[in-house]
């Protein structure tokens, strides 16, 4: 994957997240969903433009 494509999807993410956020409350199913996509789009941009990722999964 382009490194440029992978910061696209992360950042279209996030502004879904916050919006989701917004209308939903930080706990609704649809916002953890979300935050949790986040969180594995940046686990792979780590694990292959950084070489690391957490190991708390």
Avoid: C, P, W
């Avoid at 997240?17 to 930080?26: D, P, Q, R, Y």
């Avoid at 953890?32 to 941009?45: A, G, M, P, V």
Wanted: proline share 0%.
């Amino acid at each position: 994957m382009i490194k440029q494509d992978l910061v696209t999807l992360i950042e279209k993410k996030r502004a879904e997240l916050i919006k989701a956020a917004s209308a939903n409350g930080l706990t609704s199913t649809v916002v953890i969903r979300y935050s949790q996509e986040l969180d594995h789009l940046l686990n792979e941009y780590n694990r292959i433009f950084l070489g690391n990722v957490s190991s708390h999964s």
